[in-house]
């Protein structure tokens, strides 16, 4: 059974940063694209950024650019998404997600990140 | 990009079908056939329902089909179940290996 399991979230302060994990079990993670969905509060669903399975590229979406980073260690079966200079808007749950014939096959139960002062 | 547009609501009674709308433009929904549908349940986390336009995930019943016809896709539930009370969401491959959700549709089963 495919499992994601995200971990990281919490409050923070306008300008600060956190590390968001999503541990991964019951598939073979270092075959799968994977992408980090977000959902602000009461709001709809947006994609964040999405990583190759060698973690050779990335991409992100225009409003995280500069600011957030994905990574990935295939040994530890591990998705990682570094954000830096949070603002109000980036509060959210943020999905981690396996990433599969340009859809979402399978999510994580999310961490919530709260940016406010 | 901006959000695909969905309707916000939509609703039927049991039994009946129901179809959610999901517009885009030529650089989304009408250039690739790579269009995905999403159920979330209140604190739950999105379930994929459909991909590739019209394809389901095995374990999704056949009461959920989807469709396209140029710029907009479309998600119809037949027979609606209680259960089916959920908001959903469309997603697109938008190029440049990217993706736009929908702007989410609550359905609502009288």
């Known amino acids: 059974e495919v499992q994601l399991v995200e971990s990281g979230g919490g409050l923070v302060q306008p300008g600060e940063s956190l590390r968001l994990s999503c541990a991964a079990s019951?598939?073979?993670?270092?075959?799968?694209?994977m992408s980090w969905v977000r959902q602000a509060p009461g709001k709809g669903l947006e994609w964040v950024a999405k990583m190759n399975p060698d973690g050779s590229e990335r991409y992100y979406v225009d409003s995280v650019k500069g600011r957030f980073t994905i990574s990935r260690d295939n040994a530890k079966n591990s998705l990682y998404l570094q954000t830096n200079s949070l603002r109000a808007e980036d509060t959210a749950v943020y999905y981690c997600?396996?990433?599969?014939?340009?859809?979402?096959?399978?999510w994580g139960q999310g961490t919530l990140v709260t940016v406010s002062s | 990009q901006s959000a695909l547009a969905q309707p916000p609501s939509a609703s039927g009674s049991p039994g009946q079908s129901v179809t959610i709308s999901c517009t885009g433009t030529s650089s989304d929904v009408g250039g690739y056939n790579y269009v995905s549908w999403y159920q979330q349940h209140p604190g739950k986390a999105p379930k994929l329902m459909i991909y590739?336009?019209?394809k389901r995930p095995s374990g999704v019943p056949d009461r959920f089909s989807g469709s396209k016809s140029g710029n907009t896709a479309s998600l119809t539930v037949s027979g609606l179940q209680a259960e089916d009370e959920a908001d959903y969401y469309c997603t697109s491959y938008a190029g440049s290996s990217s993706y736009v959700f929908g702007t989410g549709t609550k359905v609502t089963v009288l």
């Open positions: 997600a396996r990433d599969t014939s340009a859809c979402f096959d399978n």
């Open positions: 019951g598939f073979t993670f270092r075959r799968y694209w």
């Open positions: 590739e336009v019209s």
